[in-house]
């Protein structure tokens, strides 16, 4: 059995989060992808250094990523009656829960566990599938980081603050915000929070300047971009999150013609 490697999401930050693979069941390519969006692979002394960290750490989270197997591929790819709702989909069982993102992957988790379970394809990361595998990690890195008070909003980061967008708007790409140490976990790595941060709402009509959005409207924005998902809506502590974000950035409608998005070199 070929030994696993272990990958730890923000490593300067050294937060609790970790992902797991067999190496001989993933190409190289998982392991730029898992880089790209900020998992650093542990040295073996690391490794010992992280297993002690998931022990003791009451919100540790370690995600065990194999090859499905058959039976799981077949839930995969199964037709179901929430197809119609969108290519995600919630499961509750009896103490744990099912994610599924259809044709991609499958997640076995509870709140309860340190160790989850998440089935997919060998060309999982791949760049024909990039997006999604990137929501994919971002569902997990939002179930993960909510405990530790760390809120994540579909978007990409900009100067002063960041675009607020939609999954496929995205690309998949999540920005997290830590809402008490004043900072922000991005794919560019971690950033402080400016003093007068601005979340933005790209409008297609709008030109040559900016709208600010009223308490509701930027709250309701936020809920709605929020990538935190579950099938009974965001717990009581997300929305304490939504809630503080709100009451400490600034909530713009911002031309979209007047947006550069950052050039992704890895589509």
Known sequence: MSKKIYFQYQKELNLPVYICIEPLAFEQR???????????KLS????????????????????????ATAGVSRQ???????????????????GYRVYRYK???????????????????????NKENLVHSRAVINRFLSWALSP????????????????????FDSKGEAIFIDINNQRILTVDGVKKMTPRFKVLRLDPTLKNRNIRMTNEEFLSFLYSHCSYFDYAGPTV??????????KISEGLVHPQESFRPRTDLSL
């Open 30 to 40: 998982f392991s730029d992808f898992l880089s790209e969006i900020k998992f650093t």
């Open 44 to 67: 073996d002394k690391e490794e010992i250094e992280a297993k002690k960290h998931i022990a003791t750490h009451k919100h540790s989270r370690v995600l065990q990523i194999g090859e």
């Open 76 to 94: 995969i790819q199964m037709s179901t009656e929430s197809d119609r709702y969108g290519l995600e989909s919630i499961i509750p069982k009896d």
């Open 103 to 125: 044709n991609i992957a499958l997640m076995i988790y509870s709140f309860a566990a340190k160790e989850w379970q998440l089935g997919c394809y060998t060309n999982f990361g």
């Open 148 to 167: 530790l008070g760390i809120l994540g909003i579909w978007g990409v980061k900009i100067d002063d603050g960041i675009v607020a967008q939609r999954l």
């Open 237 to 246: 502590p997300v929305r304490q999150l939504i809630q503080a974000l709100a």
